[in-house]
């Protein structure tokens, strides 16, 4: 009898989460039924929507997670068995199946069966050929609109989403520039991802670093954090710009009142578009979205880095310095 190794959601954090907000669990995996696979999960992604889903006076698309529920999150896995005539035995599969070491499925909750390029890992189906990715292709191209004369800057940028972002812009001939936390982030973000210049926002002064690096502001900003660094950039957006908000990293741990950004006259003064949108509202973009990231590694324009945690054991500790900043690139869990 095969066993489930599962991190349930235990009960809701106050601020950052600790690992007692979750349990870990030991079940016995039932017989599949027809048309149903049984998955062996190779790699966990961690995302910081998931805090969002633990409450806190968030949801995430509407959802949250009560106590006792399995952690939601994408898996990378292995079908060991199947009954289903269209999933072999040694596929691999993406889908939000939990924060767990096995899965059955009937095929209806996977995003998509992998059909892997050579010469691409498969934990970047998570990252930068995933949702990630395409979290990045998405708000750039659907939502932002970038064209190749535009100044694009990213905050994040040292994480898997804003790396991208700030690379597919460089590949389509924007001049980019990230906001990352301390010295050794930015140095990746500039010499590794190769963005034109990285602004450190834990250094006092980032309204003045921003008009060192770009004294002809900016046509495009996407947003992951939201708060105090989303109030710092506006001034240096250009009449006309847009802002992207694909997230609000800044406030997901936030007990007490939101941050009230104070700059927001500015959207009326440079008549700005500001448009926060989610990945899954655009899944029909996604098979384009994966072609052109895959391109893109395979040519190096696309670099992303990861940081993987090994065993399901260390997903609390991986998710929770994660929140903190302790990660660089993506952040996965390796689970066999
Ligand atoms: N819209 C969508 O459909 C969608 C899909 C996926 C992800 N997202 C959003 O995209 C954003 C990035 O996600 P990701 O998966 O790529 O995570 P990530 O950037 O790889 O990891 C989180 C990073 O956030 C930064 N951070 C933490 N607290 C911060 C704060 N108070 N202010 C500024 N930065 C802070 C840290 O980097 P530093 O050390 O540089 O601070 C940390 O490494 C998140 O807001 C996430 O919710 C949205």
Same mark, same amino acid.
């Given at each position: 009898?095969?066993?489930?190794?599962?991190?349930?959601?235990?009960?809701?954090?106050?601020? $950052?989460?600790?690992?007692?907000?979750?349990?870990?669990?030991?079940?016995?995996? =039932?017989?599949?039924?027809?048309?149903?696979?049984?998955?062996?999960?190779? *790699?966990? =992604?961690?995302?910081? *929507?998931?805090?969002?889903?633990?409450?806190?006076?968030?949801?995430?698309?509407?959802?949250?997670?009560?106590?006792? !529920? /399995?952690?939601?999150?994408?898996? $990378?896995?292995?079908?060991?068995?199947?009954?289903?005539?269209?999933?072999?035995?040694?596929?691999?599969?993406?889908?939000?199946?939990?924060?767990?070491?096995?899965?059955?499925? @009937?095929?209806?909750?996977?995003?998509?069966?992998?059909?892997?390029?050579?010469?691409?890992?498969?934990?970047?189906?998570?990252?930068?050929?995933?949702?990630?990715?395409?979290?990045?292709?998405?708000?750039?191209?659907?939502?932002?609109?970038?064209?190749? =004369?535009?100044?694009?800057?990213?905050?994040?940028?040292?994480?898997?989403?804003?790396?991208?972002?700030?690379?597919?812009? +460089?590949?389509?001939?924007?001049?980019?520039?990230?906001?990352?936390?301390?010295?050794?982030?930015?140095?990746?973000?500039? &010499?590794?991802?190769?963005?034109?210049?990285?602004?450190?926002?834990?250094?006092?002064?980032?309204?003045?670093?921003?008009?060192?690096?770009?004294?002809?502001?900016? !046509?495009?900003?996407? @947003?992951?954090?939201?708060?105090?660094?989303? @109030?710092?950039?506006?001034?240096? /957006?250009?009449?006309?710009? %847009?802002?992207?908000?694909?997230?609000?990293? =800044?406030?997901?741990?936030?007990?007490?009142?939101?941050?009230?950004?104070?700059?927001?006259?500015?959207?009326?003064?440079?008549?700005?578009?500001?448009?926060?949108?989610?990945?899954?509202?655009?899944?029909?973009?996604?098979?384009?979205? %994966?072609?052109?990231?895959?391109?893109?590694?395979?040519?190096?324009?696309? +670099?992303?880095?990861? &940081?993987?945690?090994?065993?399901?054991?260390?997903?609390?500790?991986?998710?929770?310095?994660?929140?903190?900043?302790?990660?660089?690139?993506?952040?996965?869990?390796?689970?066999?």
């Amino acid at each position: 009898m095969i066993q489930n190794t599962q991190v349930l959601f235990r009960r809701e954090p106050r601020g $950052l989460p600790t690992v007692d907000d979750f349990e870990i669990v030991e079940k016995s995996i =039932s017989e599949i039924g027809e048309n149903q696979f049984l998955i062996h999960n190779r *790699y966990l =992604s961690l995302d910081p *929507y998931m805090r969002m889903l633990m409450g806190g006076g968030w949801t995430y698309s509407g959802s949250s997670l009560s106590p006792g !529920d /399995l952690m939601v999150g994408r898996i $990378l896995g292995e079908v060991i068995e199947s009954k289903n005539p269209e999933y072999q035995p040694g596929d691999h599969v993406v889908g939000r199946l939990g924060w767990q070491t096995h899965a059955i499925s @009937d095929g209806s909750d996977l995003d998509f069966k992998l059909e892997p390029k050579q010469g691409i890992a498969l934990s970047a189906y998570l990252g930068a050929c995933g949702s990630t990715g395409a979290t990045a292709w998405v708000g750039l191209k659907v939502i932002a609109k970038v064209s190749r =004369s535009d100044t694009v800057l990213v905050s994040a940028a040292a994480g898997s989403v804003g790396s991208a972002a700030g690379q597919i812009a +460089k590949a389509m001939g924007c001049t980019v520039i990230g906001i990352a936390g301390g010295p050794e982030k930015c140095r990746v973000v500039t &010499t590794d991802f190769g963005f034109d210049g990285c602004c450190d926002y834990k250094q006092a002064g980032l309204s003045e670093q921003l008009a060192n690096v770009a004294p002809d502001g900016f !046509d495009v900003y996407f @947003d992951n954090v939201g708060g105090e660094v989303l @109030d710092a950039a506006l001034p240096h /957006l250009n009449k006309g710009a %847009r802002i992207a908000v694909c997230g609000v990293l =800044s406030q997901y741990n936030n007990d007490g009142p939101p941050y009230g950004v104070t700059n927001t006259r500015l959207i009326f003064d440079k008549s700005l578009r500001i448009e926060g949108f989610v990945l899954s509202a655009h899944r029909d973009k996604w098979p384009s979205a %994966r072609a052109e990231l895959e391109e893109l590694v395979l040519s190096g324009r696309l +670099k992303y880095r990861e &940081t993987i945690a090994e065993g399901i054991a260390n997903a609390p500790a991986a998710f929770i310095g994660m929140l903190q900043g302790k990660n660089l690139g993506k952040q996965l869990v390796k689970l066999t």
